[in-house]
């Protein structure tokens, strides 16, 4: 069982700074990036240093955060590449049929039939859809997450692949 004190999930990659004043440019691994703006702190790298959030700011695509005593472009340089993450009793409630992708990962995936396909590796982001990837020592599917293909999400996946979802 998870201890959402000590889990955490991963939100973003600080993929830039932004000017002179330590402001720092985010991918967001969210589908809702606006939920930054609910947040007073994220976790910084794989040490999860905790770092206060004093301003967030939105243009397209990207998130730019402003951290409380951090001013100057020296102060936020090492941070470049570096991945935020929020404990997991800071998300958001998701609705129904809805799932965070961190809880995913390492999910037993079937066919309807029953036959064991693997466990799920990573979700791939692509503008029409995600696409599961689903790996079995050296077989690996690619399942575009749509219904037609992704059956059921819950204890396990179960899927439909076709041809040529098989690398």
Do not use: H, Q, W
């Amino acid at each position: 069982m998870k201890n959402s004190k000590t889990e955490t999930t991963l939100i973003g990659e600080i993929i830039n700074t932004f000017g002179i004043k330590g402001e720092v440019k985010i991918r967001p691994y969210t589908d809702n990036i606006k939920r930054f703006s609910k947040l007073t702190y994220v976790l910084l790298g794989e040490d999860k240093e905790k770092l206060a959030i004093e301003s967030v700011r939105y243009n397209k695509d990207f998130v730019y955060l402003k951290f409380k005593d951090l001013n100057n472009i020296n102060d936020v340089l090492a941070f470049k590449n570096s991945l935020l993450y929020i404990y997991d009793e800071d998300r958001e409630k998701l609705p129904k049929g809805k799932y965070y992708i961190s809880d995913l990962i390492g999910k037993k995936c079937y066919k309807s039939n029953g036959e064991y396909l693997g466990l799920l590796e990573k979700v791939e982001k692509f503008p029409a859809c995600d696409v599961l990837v689903i790996v079995d020592g050296e077989i690996t599917y690619n399942v575009p997450n749509v219904s037609e293909f992704v059956k059921d999400i819950s204890r396990n996946i179960i899927v439909d692949p076709i041809e040529g979802m098989r690398l």
